[in-house]
């Protein structure tokens, strides 16, 4: 990474690194700006003595035969990308099949969410709506008996949660929409990611502390703090989307080319698809070019009544501003740039300095960063009525 970038720029990078891997983010980190040693270089630090003519030869013609390689590599790797882009594009034109079958999402949720956006909405309403989102009991319940949210009776006994019903009463019906978007967003998120086990921790993290930077942010800019919740969390819809196909694609044609050539007996090909695995600096990029307008896509598939964040998510993706200010396009925009910069300095990838030219280009409403920062966006907490 190159020091002399554009803050936005360093930003992307750093959080890019993370989205990948936390201790290959902070190692690039302590490398960034400083020159690369060749490798007699390095081989002379490891021995501590001036190398003999001979040795330097040696070990120059072994970086030449290992570019050459990696050349190769290369060319092939670049012949997979473009052939998992070329299908990836394809899929991601189906908005129902993503919808139904990457997301796992159905309509029900949508139609419970809309309910519990109502003023009106009781839990005789809410209940019936509940049940008919298949994995919502099994969930809902999980969440509400964790210790957090456990509560005792009257004789210090603790009193466990088993029917949708109390858990609805429990948690209260102004909460239902943000838990209902936590359980279904959480649902959604890829499992197997490797080489990069923590993608799915990377995701969560990121569509968590925007979420709640939108939220708090709404709230006092008067707009709907739940619309803007579920607008910060979905907006990393398309992230997952991506994320998922990019590595069920990439298997696909990895198997294929490797069938391919070896039916054709192309042995150097063969052995270099061998050597591949998937590439995250090619996922961050199909990410950036795909990842918000998918998200967009998804928010309209869904076709919510009372929750009205498709709009913002549409101007959001192409970058436009709003007809109105404060807007919840910008609200989103403000709290995600804002909730990078929380994460990075979690992890300590960020300097002072930095942040302070970051949250700068941010524009962020005047009193709003020292509101945010006593917020917690690493945690979903949630404020009960009295009873």
């Known amino acids: 990474m190159n020091q002399a970038l554009p803050i936005e720029n360093l930003i992307t990078e750093r ?7 936390l201790k290959q983010a902070q ?18 630090s490891k ?3 001036s190398l003999l003519r001979v040795e330097k030869q040696a070990i120059q013609e072994k970086d030449l035969n290992t570019k050459s390689e990696q050349s190769f590599l ?36 949508v139609t ?36 957090k949210y456990r509560r005792v009776d009257s004789k210090g006994k603790v009193v466990v949660v088993d029917t ?47 979420a709640l930077a939108s939220k708090k942010m709404a709230h006092t800019l008067g707009l709907d703090p739940n619309h803007a919740f579920c607008l910060g969390m979905f907006q990393q819809l398309g992230k997952i989307v991506i994320t998922k196909l990019y590595f069920r694609i990439f298997d696909s044609v990895q198997i294929q080319a490797l069938k391919e050539t070896e039916g054709a007996r192309q042995h150097e090909e063969h052995s270099a698809l061998l050597k591949l695995s998937p590439t995250g600096a090619f996922l961050n990029e199909l990410i950036t070019r795909y990842g918000l307008k998918t998200s967009s896509q ?55 300095q930095q942040s302070k030219d970051f949250i700068r280009t941010l524009n962020m409403p005047k009193g709003s960063l020292e509101i945010l920062k006593t917020v ?3 945690t979903l907490n949630l404020t009960f009525s009295a009873e």
């Open 376 to 378: 917690d966006l690493r």
């Open 164 to 210: 949708i019903r109390a858990a609805i009463s429990f948690f209260g019906i102004e909460n239902l929409i943000i838990v209902v978007t936590c359980l279904a967003f959480r649902r959604a998120l890829p499992q197997i990611t490797d080489p990069y086990p923590t993608i799915k921790i990377r995701i969560w993290e990121e569509a968590l502390a925007t």
């Open 27 to 44: 190692q690039n980190l302590l490398f960034e700006g400083k020159p690369q040693l060749s490798r007699v270089e390095i081989e002379q």
């Open 112 to 147: 419970l969410l809309d309910m519990a956006g109502l003023k009106a909405a009781t839990i005789s309403k809410i209940e019936p709506l509940a049940c008919d989102v298949p994995w919502l009991y099994n969930d809902l319940l999980k969440m509400i008996n964790q210790p």
């Open 298 to 352: 998804l928010i309209a598939r869904m076709n919510f009544k009372r929750i009205f964040i498709s709009q913002a998510m549409q101007a959001r993706a192409e970058n436009k501003q709003a007809s109105k200010s404060p807007s919840l396009s910008e609200v989103l925009a403000q709290s995600h740039g804002y909730a990078q910069y929380r994460i990075l300095k979690h992890h300590k990838l960020i300097d002072l």
């Open 47 to 49: 021995t501590k003595r």
């Open 15 to 21: 959080f890019n690194d993370l989205f990948l891997d």
């Open 74 to 109: 290369n060319s092939i790797t670049a012949q997979i990308n473009e052939e998992v882009e070329r299908q990836l594009i394809e899929v991601i034109n189906d908005t129902d099949y993503l919808y139904e079958k990457i997301l796992g999402f159905d309509d029900a949720v």
